[in-house]
């Protein structure tokens, strides 16, 4: 019985064990991962180690090519090749997809394999994006069932985006952090969001901590909504009592609430001197408070009084919104942490002015442009008495200045910024995103306390460093939010930043649809990006899409909107394709005016300087005011100038260009003696030295003071035409010049070459030739050698051949210039061939052919044609002096 009952223990422990295996491999995911994080995780670096892998491998061209010639690394491609092809084919066969890669055609290989993968993909693909949708709550196999009443979608859930639940907690399940899962929390606020295309007017009615009191508009604003006196006004009556009050406060309306607190704040020396470091409090012991309740916020503005210090950060939605949203408000002191639901308390959040206004009390931000904005934009909220450890951190020349830096540099914390991007209006917010919230004020003031010791000790313990930071975050703190307003000119912003040229067509197109979708964000309260983003508006205007399916071709993925609207966006592309193309006006020119150029004194006179010209005798000319005329293609177009314009044509130049402008006549003609005259005639001549080939105009001249060599008309024609010829003597000359030294050069050029080409003659003379080295040899009845002979040797004497050829060479010494080989003495019958004498003509064609015919001493034929003659010739006759009938084109 004791060893059946070992056995059995035995057994037990055994399906124990088994159990618990299957129950480990049940809850994974795949073999070897836990969760969908892990083997995401896992890819992820295998994705990343190939691809630093592929990018160290040769790349294309005569680098590829150069290590393809050896033959093992060709060997290596080839084994790695078929590796990728066999994983390649077994994925799309766990797929269902056709995977014959490997067994291809030499020719037509490459682009089967290629189909195949491009049709494996797309299968592959399909199948992933129906899996998101069935997590996500969308069944597409499921038919569209049209129920009486309304039924939510069902959320799918399976083991993927299952949490790992511990025993005795029920299964928690991911939710997607998507927007269209959101509802838009807008709908809940009280005070509804003012997107019209005004300026931002602060919501502050309470000024707590104030030295100079608020402006009665700020705080009779709360009375006059509730005040019903104007509802029994008329309308055009409202606007005029509206227009009167809102006149009175203009100045108040714009101005910072906070800005004489501000200026006026001096920062104590307990703040300047040399802090000691408190370290925070590890995460797990310190308290965490959500507060979306008014009495908890009351709660936190009580406990946010007694501290001398807290640390503030905001996480913002800007994508489903016009103006942007604060979902949430991050502060943190010593010993607790708060995250306040900023959606929820969106109309209350004025309570904490009290401690945000309240110069005793630090606050403590990093990067704090935007939250001061922020603040205001959707709680009225501003800040006093703020330090910003970004600007302490620029101060200190650290290597960066973002907050993860601050963290790791400080306190060795690793953030996860996953969650930077994410959409913070859900509720209920997640776990992780709530810890990544909680993580950038947990440890700022810490940080807060290491940066001014660090700033002194840099200074030499003297405050000035850390004075300048506290005096640029108080520039910060007086920062004004800003709306942005639509003009007519807005778009041309946009355009400068993408650096793209638009025709008249395109620009009409971009500015239309750019007030298009500044006006239905603004309508829908969603953002530009939205609506349309900048890359699809581009595209839609470079190429003018002719039908509406041309514009949603032109958008990828579609938005909602575009699709809703999609008519209208075609009617304004039609619009702008109807714009003419040469006619075109210059942008900019309409509001840009003339300034008057003020031109130095100048001393000294010359016939064509202008600035004698008093400043009086200018036209004056405001920034607004000035008269731009439009560029004119043809003259036909011309229109009369304006008055105006004709003031200023000293400053505009006109629409056509004529050689010299003719003096205009004056309206009133007056009597003018012969001396003014005369001066008027000199005086013009100067201006104008052309001007007496010109024909004249109501101009009194004598006609024998131009042939008059006493007269001074005739002088200065002389002078001009003088002038002129000596000029034209000067050009001849120079280019005499010119030609004797090129000649002259050409001529020593002859020289050096003549004497070079003797002196290598010479040089030639005393050495052997090969072939009188071979004579010497058979004469000695010795072999030749292949070694050349030395310079000491004495030379064979030379056979009769050998002699011939050198009294040729000294017959046909170069001192002599070059003469042309005389062909005359030469027998020409052997190319001549049967010729007749008198033609002397050569015809490679009829040479060939008369070769045929010549027969040899034997009484055999010559056979030239099968290895004499050029296969570039045909046989036959020549064709020369023949001409050819051509096919015509």
């Given at each position: 019985m004791e060893p059946s009952k070992s056995n059995d223990s035995t057994n037990s422990g055994l399906q124990e064990q088994n159990s618990d295996v299957n129950e480990e491999e049940e809850n994974e995911l795949c073999p070897g991962f836990k969760d969908v994080d892990a083997f995401v995780k896992h890819g992820l670096s295998a994705v990343l180690s190939a691809t630093k892998a592929s990018a160290g491998l040769p790349q294309t061209g005569d680098e590829y090519d150069f290590y393809r010639s050896f033959p093992g690394f060709q060997e290596f491609c080839e084994s790695q090749g078929d590796k990728l092809l066999h994983c390649m084919s077994q994925i799309m066969q766990h797929h269902g997809c056709r995977s014959y890669i490997r067994d291809r055609n030499k020719l037509t290989g490459v682009e089967e394999r290629f189909d195949l993968v491009v049709d494996s993909n797309d299968v592959i693909l399909e199948k992933a994006g129906i899996l998101l949708d069935e997590a996500d709550g969308v069944n597409r196999s499921q038919k569209p069932v049209m129920p009486t009443g309304f039924q939510p979608p069902k959320i799918v859930v399976s083991s993927w985006n299952r949490k790992g639940s511990s025993s005795g907690s029920r299964a928690e399940t991911f939710r997607l952090l998507h927007a269209k899962n959101v509802t838009r929390p807008q709908l809940k606020f009280k005070e509804k969001i003012d997107n019209s295309n005004t300026p931002f007017i602060p919501k502050i009615f309470i000024k707590p901590n104030s030295l100079k009191p608020l402006p009665s508009y700020f705080t009779n604003k709360q009375m006059r909504k509730e005040r019903p006196e104007d509802?029994?006004?008329?309308a055009a009556l409202a606007d005029f009592i509206h227009q009167q009050r809102t006149q009175e406060h203009v100045e108040d309306m714009f101005a910072h609430p906070y800005q004489y607190e501000l200026d006026h704040l001096t920062i104590p020396e307990s703040l300047?001197?040399?802090p000691e470091p408190q370290m925070y409090k590890p995460m797990s012991e310190t308290k965490l408070t959500f507060?979306?309740?008014?009495?908890?916020?009351?709660?936190?503005?009580?406990?946010?009084?007694?501290?001398?210090?807290?640390?503030?950060?905001?996480e913002h939605h800007s994508y489903r919104s016009f103006l942007g949203l604060t979902c949430l408000i991050q502060i943190s002191t010593r010993e607790e942490d708060f995250i306040i639901d900023a959606l929820e308390l969106r109309g209350e959040m004025y309570i904490l002015n009290e401690v945000f206004t309240d110069p005793g009390i630090v606050k403590v931000f990093h990067g704090a442009d935007s939250d001061i904005e922020w603040l205001q934009r959707d709680f009225g909220l501003y800040v006093v008495n703020m330090f910003d450890t970004h600007q302490a951190s620029r101060a200190l020349n650290l290597a960066r200045h973002s907050l993860d830096h601050l963290l790791k540099h400080f306190c060795s914390v690793d953030s996860d910024k996953r969650y930077q991007l994410a959409d913070w209006r859900i509720r209920p917010l997640p776990d992780e995103m709530i810890q990544y919230a909680r993580t950038d004020t947990h440890y700022?003031?810490?940080?807060?306390?290491c940066v001014r010791v660090q700033l002194l000790d840099s200074h030499h313990g003297q405050p000035g460093l850390l004075q300048c930071v506290w005096n640029k975050s108080k520039d910060i703190s007086l920062k004004k939010y800003v709306k942005p307003i639509y003009t007519e000119e807005s778009y041309l912003e946009l355009q400068r930043k993408q650096k793209r040229s638009f025709n008249t067509q395109q620009l009409t197109a971009f500015r239309l649809l750019y007030a298009w979708r500044d006006k239905l964000a603004r309508q829908e309260d969603e953002s530009t990006g939205y609506v349309l983003p900048t890359h699809m508006m581009i595209k839609i205007s470079e190429e003018l899409p002719k039908e509406p399916q041309g514009i949603i071709a032109c958008c990828n993925p579609v938005p909602p909107l575009v699709r809703q609207q999609v008519n209208e966006l075609h009617l304004l592309v039609q619009q702008a394709r109807e714009m003419p193309l040469l006619k075109a006006e210059i942008a900019a020119q309409k509001k840009k005016g003339l300034l008057p150029i003020k031109k130095p004194e100048v001393t000294l006179f010359g016939p064509h300087d202008t600035s004698r010209i008093s400043e009086s005798e200018l036209p004056h000319f405001t920034p607004g005011e000035g008269a731009v005329k439009q560029g004119i293609l043809f003259s036909e177009d011309e229109q009369k100038t304006h008055v105006d314009e004709q003031k200023t044509r000293g400053l505009l130049a006109p629409p056509k260009i004529t050689l010299f402008q003719e003096p205009e006549a004056p309206d009133d003609q007056t009597s003018v003696s012969v001396a003014q005259?005369?001066?008027k005639c000199i005086i013009e001549s100067f201006e104008n030295p052309f001007r007496m080939y010109l024909p004249s105009t109501d101009v009194h001249i004598n006609k024998n003071a131009k042939f008059d060599p006493s007269s001074k008309i005739f002088e200065i024609s002389k002078r001009w035409k003088l002038q002129s010829i000596e000029q034209q003597e000067k050009e001849l000359e120079a280019k005499k010049k010119s030609k004797e030294e090129v000649k002259q050069q050409a001529k020593k050029m002859s020289e050096k070459r003549a004497k070079a080409k003797q002196s290598y003659q010479e040089s030639l003379k005393n050495v052997a030739t090969v072939r009188q080295q071979a004579a010497e040899a058979a004469k000695d009845g010795k072999k030749r050698?292949?070694?050349?002979?030395?310079?000491?040797?004495?030379?064979?004497?030379?056979?009769?051949k050998l002699m011939k050829l050198e009294k040729t060479q000294k017959t046909d010494a170069p001192k002599e210039s070059f003469k042309p080989f005389d062909y005359s003495q030469s027998d020409l019958k052997v190319f001549d061939g049967a010729k007749p004498k008198g033609n002397t003509q050569f015809d490679p064609n009829q040479q060939a052919h008369d070769f045929k015919k010549k027969k040899g001493p034997r009484g055999q034929k010559n056979n030239f044609s099968t290895g004499n003659r050029s296969m570039s010739y045909l046989g036959g006759k020549s064709d020369r002096g023949f001409s050819h009938s051509w096919p015509k084109r």
């Amino acid at each position: 019985m004791e060893p059946s009952k070992s056995n059995d223990s035995t057994n037990s422990g055994l399906q124990e064990q088994n159990s618990d295996v299957n129950e480990e491999e049940e809850n994974e995911l795949c073999p070897g991962f836990k969760d969908v994080d892990a083997f995401v995780k896992h890819g992820l670096s295998a994705v990343l180690s190939a691809t630093k892998a592929s990018a160290g491998l040769p790349q294309t061209g005569d680098e590829y090519d150069f290590y393809r010639s050896f033959p093992g690394f060709q060997e290596f491609c080839e084994s790695q090749g078929d590796k990728l092809l066999h994983c390649m084919s077994q994925i799309m066969q766990h797929h269902g997809c056709r995977s014959y890669i490997r067994d291809r055609n030499k020719l037509t290989g490459v682009e089967e394999r290629f189909d195949l993968v491009v049709d494996s993909n797309d299968v592959i693909l399909e199948k992933a994006g129906i899996l998101l949708d069935e997590a996500d709550g969308v069944n597409r196999s499921q038919k569209p069932v049209m129920p009486t009443g309304f039924q939510p979608p069902k959320i799918v859930v399976s083991s993927w985006n299952r949490k790992g639940s511990s025993s005795g907690s029920r299964a928690e399940t991911f939710r997607l952090l998507h927007a269209k899962n959101v509802t838009r929390p807008q709908l809940k606020f009280k005070e509804k969001i003012d997107n019209s295309n005004t300026p931002f007017i602060p919501k502050i009615f309470i000024k707590p901590n104030s030295l100079k009191p608020l402006p009665s508009y700020f705080t009779n604003k709360q009375m006059r909504k509730e005040r019903p006196e104007d509802l029994d006004v008329p309308a055009a009556l409202a606007d005029f009592i509206h227009q009167q009050r809102t006149q009175e406060h203009v100045e108040d309306m714009f101005a910072h609430p906070y800005q004489y607190e501000l200026d006026h704040l001096t920062i104590p020396e307990s703040l300047l001197s040399k802090p000691e470091p408190q370290m925070y409090k590890p995460m797990s012991e310190t308290k965490l408070t959500f507060i979306d309740s008014l009495e908890d916020l009351v709660a936190l503005n009580e406990k946010l009084c007694s501290s001398s210090e807290f640390a503030v950060d905001l996480e913002h939605h800007s994508y489903r919104s016009f103006l942007g949203l604060t979902c949430l408000i991050q502060i943190s002191t010593r010993e607790e942490d708060f995250i306040i639901d900023a959606l929820e308390l969106r109309g209350e959040m004025y309570i904490l002015n009290e401690v945000f206004t309240d110069p005793g009390i630090v606050k403590v931000f990093h990067g704090a442009d935007s939250d001061i904005e922020w603040l205001q934009r959707d709680f009225g909220l501003y800040v006093v008495n703020m330090f910003d450890t970004h600007q302490a951190s620029r101060a200190l020349n650290l290597a960066r200045h973002s907050l993860d830096h601050l963290l790791k540099h400080f306190c060795s914390v690793d953030s996860d910024k996953r969650y930077q991007l994410a959409d913070w209006r859900i509720r209920p917010l997640p776990d992780e995103m709530i810890q990544y919230a909680r993580t950038d004020t947990h440890y700022l003031l810490y940080i807060y306390d290491c940066v001014r010791v660090q700033l002194l000790d840099s200074h030499h313990g003297q405050p000035g460093l850390l004075q300048c930071v506290w005096n640029k975050s108080k520039d910060i703190s007086l920062k004004k939010y800003v709306k942005p307003i639509y003009t007519e000119e807005s778009y041309l912003e946009l355009q400068r930043k993408q650096k793209r040229s638009f025709n008249t067509q395109q620009l009409t197109a971009f500015r239309l649809l750019y007030a298009w979708r500044d006006k239905l964000a603004r309508q829908e309260d969603e953002s530009t990006g939205y609506v349309l983003p900048t890359h699809m508006m581009i595209k839609i205007s470079e190429e003018l899409p002719k039908e509406p399916q041309g514009i949603i071709a032109c958008c990828n993925p579609v938005p909602p909107l575009v699709r809703q609207q999609v008519n209208e966006l075609h009617l304004l592309v039609q619009q702008a394709r109807e714009m003419p193309l040469l006619k075109a006006e210059i942008a900019a020119q309409k509001k840009k005016g003339l300034l008057p150029i003020k031109k130095p004194e100048v001393t000294l006179f010359g016939p064509h300087d202008t600035s004698r010209i008093s400043e009086s005798e200018l036209p004056h000319f405001t920034p607004g005011e000035g008269a731009v005329k439009q560029g004119i293609l043809f003259s036909e177009d011309e229109q009369k100038t304006h008055v105006d314009e004709q003031k200023t044509r000293g400053l505009l130049a006109p629409p056509k260009i004529t050689l010299f402008q003719e003096p205009e006549a004056p309206d009133d003609q007056t009597s003018v003696s012969v001396a003014q005259m005369k001066a008027k005639c000199i005086i013009e001549s100067f201006e104008n030295p052309f001007r007496m080939y010109l024909p004249s105009t109501d101009v009194h001249i004598n006609k024998n003071a131009k042939f008059d060599p006493s007269s001074k008309i005739f002088e200065i024609s002389k002078r001009w035409k003088l002038q002129s010829i000596e000029q034209q003597e000067k050009e001849l000359e120079a280019k005499k010049k010119s030609k004797e030294e090129v000649k002259q050069q050409a001529k020593k050029m002859s020289e050096k070459r003549a004497k070079a080409k003797q002196s290598y003659q010479e040089s030639l003379k005393n050495v052997a030739t090969v072939r009188q080295q071979a004579a010497e040899a058979a004469k000695d009845g010795k072999k030749r050698e292949m070694a050349a002979s030395e310079v000491g040797e004495e030379t064979p004497k030379p056979s009769k051949k050998l002699m011939k050829l050198e009294k040729t060479q000294k017959t046909d010494a170069p001192k002599e210039s070059f003469k042309p080989f005389d062909y005359s003495q030469s027998d020409l019958k052997v190319f001549d061939g049967a010729k007749p004498k008198g033609n002397t003509q050569f015809d490679p064609n009829q040479q060939a052919h008369d070769f045929k015919k010549k027969k040899g001493p034997r009484g055999q034929k010559n056979n030239f044609s099968t290895g004499n003659r050029s296969m570039s010739y045909l046989g036959g006759k020549s064709d020369r002096g023949f001409s050819h009938s051509w096919p015509k084109r």
